[in-house]
C-alpha cells in the first residue's frame, strides 16, 4: 500500500466522530429534558391537587353559625366556595370552586409551570390541573351526627 492510498484511508474517517455526536447531542437533550420536565410536571399536578384538597377542606370547615347557635350543625355552601376560594387567591393558584348536588364542595386547580430544557423544541410551559372534593356536613345534633 503506497503512502498515498494509507492517506486517502485515514482521511475517509476523519469527520465521523463529528457527524456522530451533533446527531446524538439533540436525542440525549431531548431524553435529559423529558426526564426533567416530565418529573417536574409530576411535582407540579401533585401541588395542584394538593392545594385543590386544601382548598375544598378548608371550605368544608365554614359552618353556618345561624344554624350552629340553634344546635343544627351545617356547613354554609356559599360561605364554604367563599373561603375555598380565598384559600386558592392565598396560594396564587387559579381554579373553580363549586357546590355539587348541595352536599360536595369541589374545587378544580391549574398551575402552569415554565420549562427547563423542552423549550429548546418549542414547548416553554407545562399546564396541569388538580381536584378536590369535601363532602358538606348536613346533620343535627352534637358532634355533626344526621338528625331526623
Known sequence: MSARQRLRREDAERGAVSVFLAVLVPGLLLIVGLAVDGGAKVAATQ?????????????????DVAAALTGQIRVDPAAAVAVAQS??????????????DGDTLQVTTTITEPTTFLGLIGISTLTVEGTGTADLISGTGQNGGAGP
Open 47 to 63: 401541588r395542584a391537587n394538593a392545594i385543590a384538597d386544601e382548598s375544598a377542606r378548608a371550605g368544608g370547615q365554614a359552618l
Open 87 to 100: 384559600y386558592l387567591d392565598r396560594n396564587d393558584v387559579q381554579g373553580a370552586v363549586t357546590v355539587v
